[in-house]
């Protein structure tokens, strides 16, 4: 009895959170008159993809379609994934390895900075931005994502790299390998589910971001999908078909990308649960 009621409680709750989804997809396929419907129906009547026609084929914006949207989200999110994945397992490996002055402050202060609320920093980062001439450019958005990911995946990977015992690398290093060779053969493919975990994070975080992208960003060719979702809401009117077929597609490519990395994602999240 127990265990049919903790599967219940986990059924309820995966329900709970899925509903929101279907109800998603099903707007989506519902035509405007179901949508606005005073009998709103759960399953849609007559399904159709007019929505996904309108928001595929039509300009949000004169002159910018919502692919140039999103091809500037997978840039800068492609983007984010790699440099972070890049710059955090150098981190890591240095903060694991290696005893330095300091050391124990930059750790800490990893921890401090996950702490203070992204809005407080809107303005000196804008101000930033504009000083190195990068405002009203993706790379302002890569470098500002990069900085927020940056801290939880060098602290992430830092226990993956702690994990991997020295006596691997100096076997690698008695054989003749180099530094370099010790790291891409050795570290790199034992520290690979930690990047996977870290990665899905610098992910969702670039890509679901709208203030910093709304900010920096004043070309409307060169908005995100955050944004271009925004354009939906009417001051008197909101296009709701179009809002959740949007919606749909903006949430497509993070279901695949984790649908990919899953099975090393689960692997790393637990393999990263040491003390190190």
Known sequence: MKKIALNGAGLLVALFAAFPVYWMVATSLKP???????TPRPVPAKPTLEHYREILTG?????????????????????????SGLVALLAATAVARFRFKLRTTFLILLLVVQMIPLEALVIPLFLMIQRLGLYNTLPSLILTYLGFSLPFAVWMLRGFVAAVPKELEEAAAIDGASRAQTFRKVLFPLV????????????????????????????????????????FFGRDDTAWGSVMAASTLFTLPVIVFFLLVQRRMVSGLVAGAVKG
């Open 59 to 83: 300009n949000l914006i004169p002159g910018v379609t919502f692919t140039d949207f999103f091809l500037n989200s997978a840039l800068v999110a492609v983007a984010t994934v790699v440099l």
């Open 192 to 231: 690979a589910p930690g990047l996977v975990a870290t990665s899905i994070f610098s992910f969702i975080t670039a890509w679901n971001e709208l203030i910093f992208a709304l900010t920096f960003v004043n070309d409307q060719s060169r908005y995100t999908l955050p944004v271009a979702m925004t354009f």
């Open 32 to 38: 405007n008159r179901e949508i606005f419907s005073a």
